[in-house]
């Protein structure tokens, strides 16, 4: 099933199979030779049976109705992102991952399930590498997550380090000051009351609800409590400045036509560095009653919007949500608008089958 997009308009109705088999032939041939497709090429190429002057005629009147485009003085024609939309949404085969590709993801992952940071970064290098595009993962929001246990070790008699545990296998941890030596009885019963009460709620909620779950054990002799009554937005909630975006190399994606004149990279080199911006864009609400779990949205040009800064013209984005626990992250390419779509779809929802991680709350 071709990928889905947070728009769906299907104006393929209007046209004639002559034209829905053209208008695919231009662009599969202008993903794979960046150069404007003509007549007489399709016609030697292609097995329509048709001369080069009737591929002609129905190539311009798909350029009427905004399908295609005319550059410069060629003679040949170039997908617009209608053109791609309609290719994407009607037209373009499935294609799915090599049993070889799949293992490699699964082999070069694997072992790093339990630190999210590092599987969040090897993961866009993975996509960067496979798509020889930019490979972007976001890691889940924890304030979203749902808190499996609070743990305390202690590294001297004056420090601890708090281990945040939150279902899905997310991990925070802090190293915090306290006011005199902590027995570890006396740290395990704490604990043990601070789980008893907050475990099973959502990080956010916690932050919300603290006071009045845990205020009556205010009196504690660890400094657990006060530290998680003087602080609770240190412990609960997501730091402005927390690194939840991870991008692979731009060396790829540098080495495409798109990408040979200096504005061009000044450009996206410029919107990568933002990093708040592009999660904005790659977390703008879809509409997501039109996507299946697991399935890979497809957004060409303007469709998915954003921030100011992001050159929505020139390029498309591939998403795919994936799920650690109760909370979710996002598995991205961001390539020009001449990609190979079924390639990126396929990997986009590789990708994010191998980071899922479902909820063990049952």
């Given at each position: 099933m071709p990928a889905r997009s947070s728009m769906r308009p299907d104006p393929t109705n209007d046209l004639t199979s002559r034209e829905r088999e053209i208008l695919r032939l231009v662009v599969k041939s202008f993903i794979h030779t960046a150069g404007p497709v003509g007549s007489r090429y399709l016609s030697k190429q292609s097995s329509l049976g048709l001369s080069a002057a009737s591929i002609r005629n129905t190539m311009s009147d798909l350029e009427e109705q905004g399908y295609l485009d005319h550059p410069y003085t060629s003679a040949g024609r170039i997908p617009t992102a209608l053109g791609y939309r309609v290719f994407v949404d009607q037209l373009m085969e499935s294609s799915q991952l090599t049993e070889m590709e799949k293992q490699r993801l699964v082999r070069e992952l694997e072992r790093m399930m339990g630190d999210t940071d590092q599987l969040v970064r090897e993961s866009s290098r993975l996509l960067g590498q496979l798509s020889s595009l930019i490979g972007v993962v976001v890691s889940p929001r924890l304030s979203e997550g749902v808190l499996e246990r609070l743990e305390a070790v202690p590294l001297s008699s004056s420090r601890l380090m708090v281990v945040i545990s939150v279902?899905?296998?997310?991990?925070?941890t802090l190293i915090v000051e306290v006011e005199s030596t902590v027995r570890r009885d006396d740290l395990d019963r704490v604990l043990s009351l601070i789980n008893e009460r907050l475990a099973g709620l959502t990080l956010e909620e916690i932050r919300r609800t603290y006071a009045d779950r845990i205020g009556d054990l205010?009196?504690?002799?660890?400094?657990?409590?006060?530290?998680?009554?003087?602080e609770p937005d240190r412990l609960f909630s997501e730091h402005p400045q927390a690194k939840r975006?991870?991008?692979?190399?731009?060396?790829?994606l540098l080495?495409?036509?798109?990408?040979?004149e200096p504005e061009a990279v000044r450009e996206i080199v410029q919107f990568l560095e933002d990093e708040a911006g592009v999660i904005a864009v790659l977390e703008?609400?879809?509409?997501?009653?039109?996507?299946?779990?697991?399935?890979?949205?497809?957004?060409?040009?303007?469709?998915?919007?954003?921030?100011?800064?992001?050159?929505a013209d020139r390029y498309s984005i591939v998403t795919s949500e994936y799920r650690r626990g109760d909370t979710s992250g996002t598995v991205a390419v961001i390539g020009p608008?001449?990609?190979?779509?079924?390639?990126v779809v396929a990997l986009v929802e590789g990708m994010a089958a191998c980071l899922d991680n479902p909820s063990t709350s049952d």
């Open positions: 279902r899905g296998g997310l991990v925070r205010r009196d504690d002799e660890t400094g657990i409590i006060r530290l998680i009554l003087n975006l991870a991008l692979s190399s731009a060396q790829h080495e495409q036509p798109e990408f040979q703008s609400r879809l509409d997501r009653t039109l996507i299946q779990s697991g399935e890979a949205v497809v957004s060409i040009g303007r469709e998915r919007g954003g921030t100011v800064d992001y050159p608008m001449r990609m190979d779509y079924a390639r």
